[in-house]
């Protein structure tokens, strides 16, 4: 059937057009990883070692760092938007496949003895109903696979449906849309209360979403949540 499909509806490059890949080998090129020279501090957005919030950026419900694998540009943006909006799911598993492995030894997989799990931003049941996933799980469990972490997807809800971030430009609106839309599922979260969360998304711009659900885990009790985004 796969075979089938492929000849009747060859994949192109989502850069070029090309047929054979969702990303030809020209346009894998033009992806920008992001080094550790370039991490920054998900709070104030200026350079950081590793990624760690500084010290003068930390706070009690503050997120305590941030990974991110690429730059959000280019062939790179239409991939993600493809990945959510036409529901091409065959598109995340190759793209993640692309992901620098390297950048696994950035992210605390381990803290204090105790193993990270992986808790991807929830949509909202309505969104997630019309679009039929939900795409930051769905990155987030091909990136736990490689990194042989937990995925608990019941700990975060997202229980007030709000206006999309990327429809937002202005910093401010964004801050706004996103305050206090999570919840914490404390009979799933009391399991895991000591454990490290990697609280993963697609997408970081201003760090609006990542900040507020941090906050709201570690209000619950957890101690240490670090953001993984794809793009940034």
Known sequence: MGFLLDILLPRRCLGCGRVGEYVCFSCRRTLRAIIPSDSVCPVCQKRA?????HPVCRGKWRIDGLTAFFRY????????KTVKYRSAFDVAGRLMALVPLT???LIPLVKNGFPAILVPIPLHLERQRLRGF???????????SAAAVQVEPGILTRFR???????????????????????????????????????????Y????????????LKRS?????????LAR
């Open 161 to 203: 449906m709000t206006v999309p971030q990327a429809d937002l430009s202005d910093r401010k609106r964004r801050l706004a849309n996103i305050r206090g839309v999570f919840r914490v599922n404390k009979p799933i979260a009391d399991k895991y209360i000591r454990q490290p969360v990697i609280l993963f998304d697609d997408v």
């Open 103 to 105: 950048s696994h030894n």
């Open 73 to 80: 540009w280019g062939v790179l943006r239409r991939v993600l």
């Open 49 to 53: 070692i590793g990624g760690a919030t």
């Open 134 to 144: 939900n795409q930051s799980e769905l990155f987030g469990r091909i990136f736990a």
């Open 221 to 229: 009790g957890f101690r240490f949540v670090w953001g993984v985004v």
């Open 205 to 216: 711009t201003t760090g609006a979403t990542l900040s507020d659900a941090a906050a709201t």
